[in-house]
Nanobody, 118 residues
Framework: QVQLAESGGGLVQAGGSLRLSCAASGRTFSTYGMGWFRQAPGKEREFVAAIRSGGTTVYADSVKGRFTISRNNAKNTVYLQMNSLKPEDTAVYYC????????????WGQGTQVTVSS
């Protein structure tokens, strides 16, 4: 079982930056694929970014060039650096873990609120 805990959300003005963190429990963090997702009010949850165990990253088109996902396996933590934030980035942000043997994200955090004011 993996437990995930997000932090770093908050209120920021448009054009500002935030860094989200997701701390994971467990001894096999380095083997997990990790992802960030978000859900805005009245909308479905959407993919934001992911980083594989080997370090390969992928981003949604809407955040490409503005957001950066990274991981520190020694700290069992994945980060999402968000720059040039826009009001449409307002959402609850969730991190998720995909075990090496799974095709799905099996573990999810509780989420952290990000609000971008115009």
């Amino acid at each position: 079982q993996v437990q995930l805990a997000e932090s770093g959300g908050g209120l920021v003005q448009a054009g500002g930056s935030l860094r989200l963190s997701c701390a994971a429990s467990g001894r096999t963090f380095s083997t997990y694929g990790m992802g960030w997702f978000r859900q805005a009010p009245g909308k479905e949850r959407e993919f934001v970014a992911a980083i594989r165990s080997g370090g390969t990253t992928v981003y949604a088109d809407s955040v490409k060039g503005r957001f950066t996902i990274s991981r520190n396996n020694a700290k069992n933590t994945v980060y999402l650096q968000m720059n040039s934030l826009k009001p449409e980035d307002t959402a609850v942000y969730y991190c998720a873990a995909r075990p090496h043997e799974s095709k799905d994200y099996d573990y999810w955090g509780q989420g952290t609120q990000v609000t971008v004011s115009s």
